[in-house]
């Protein structure tokens, strides 16, 4: 069974950083794609980043240059810069095997919120 735990939300002021963290466990796939996703109140969830096994990233236009998606070992890390208002959502990690995908991930972690003031 495969679990992730995330960590590391919280709330910041406009312009701050915070970094979020994924520890994944029981992942069966060797070649497999790491995503966090964020889902406002009232909004759709929004694919943030991915992170492939073979070392390709991909991210959302509208973090592009401010965060920051690494793995080291079984975890997956969004480092968040120049954090905006738009950017508070619940924050999920997701994984799944072979290829990276906009929305069909199978595992969920239970999310972290961030918390962005003006």
């Known amino acids: 069974q495969v679990q992730l735990v995330e960590s590391g939300g919280g709330s910041v002021q406009a312009g701050g950083s915070l970094r979020l963290s994924c520890t994944a466990s029981?992942?069966?796939?060797?070649?497999?794609?790491m995503a966090w996703f964020r889902q406002a109140p009232g909004k759709e969830r929004e694919r943030v980043a991915t992170i492939h096994t073979d070392g390709t990233t991909n991210y959302a236009d509208s973090v592009k240059g401010r965060f920051t998606i690494s793995t080291a070992a079984s975890t997956v890390y969004l480092q968040m810069n120049n954090l905006k208002p738009e950017d508070t959502a619940m924050y999920h990690c997701?994984?799944?095997?072979?290829?990276?995908?906009?929305?069909?991930?199978?595992?969920w972690g239970q999310g972290t919120q961030v918390t962005v003031s003006s």
């Open positions: 029981g992942n069966p796939w060797s070649s497999y794609c």
């Open positions: 997701a994984v799944r095997g072979i290829v990276c995908s906009t929305s069909a991930y199978p595992y």
